[in-house]
Structure formats: structure tokens, C-alpha cells
């Protein structure tokens, strides 16, 4: 099994800070891509940002020069670092990984349980 845990969530004022995190443990062979979706309410799941094996980076373009993902890849674990917040980036942030299990490298999405980030203005 593999579990991923979110941490970091919470209220902060507009034009503030706040850094969330995402750590997977279980049975995990490699990891291909780490990556951080958002969910407003009445809105579909959206992209944040992604950050693959390689090192290719890819924000959605409301979070570009604010945002910044960044992974520990000795604990498995992926940040996403929010500067400049405002109201509109109020969401439940859910943590995605696509990942192997064993050395047959089959692709598999793991989500974590979300974490609310609320943003006053």
C-alpha cells in the first residue's frame, strides 16, 4: 500500500505565505512525477503545478512567480511553497504522485486527503 500525507494547510492573510507539504510512504520503487492540485468549491480539480523525475517543472499560469514546487526525493516528499496568496487561491490543495511499485515500472496515481488553505482578504 502507499499512503500520502498532506500537512501545512490553513488561514493566512492576503499577500501572505504559507508552505504546504505531501510525503508518501509504503511500498514505492520510484517515483515519476509529484504534482499539486486545487479545488474550490462549485469548481472542477485543477493543476497547480508538477514537477516530474527529470526536473520538468509546470505551473498553472494563475500561480506562475508565486508558487514554487520543490520535492525531497531521499524522503519522498513534495513542497509547494505560496507567496503573494490572495482570496481566489482558496481551495482544498490535494497532493498527487504518479509512481512504480516495483521494478515492472507499471504507472500508478496515488492522491492524498487534501488540505484547506483559506486565504482572507
Given at each position: ?30 517515483i ?18 508538477s ?9 498553472a ?11 525531497d526525493n ?27 511499485r ?20
Open positions: 500500500q502507499v499512503q500520502l500525507v498532506e500537512s501545512g494547510g490553513g488561514l493566512v492573510q492576503a499577500v501572505g505565505s504559507l508552505r504546504i507539504s505531501c510525503t508518501a510512504s509504503g511500498s514505492i520503487f520510484s515519476v512525477v509529484m504534482g499539486w492540485y486545487r479545488q474550490a468549491p462549485g469548481k472542477q480539480r485543477e493543476l497547480v503545478a514537477i516530474t523525475s527529470g526536473g520538468s517543472i509546470n505551473y499560469d494563475s500561480v506562475k512567480g508565486r508558487f514554487t514546487i520543490s520535492t531521499a524522503k519522498n516528499t513534495v513542497y509547494l511553497q505560496m507567496n503573494g496568496l490572495k482570496p481566489e487561491d482558496t481551495a482544498v490543495y490535494y497532493c498527487k504522485m504518479v509512481l512504480h516495483s521494478a515492472l515500472r507499471i504507472s500508478s496515481d496515488y492522491w492524498g486527503q487534501g488540505t484547506q488553505v483559506t486565504v482572507a482578504s
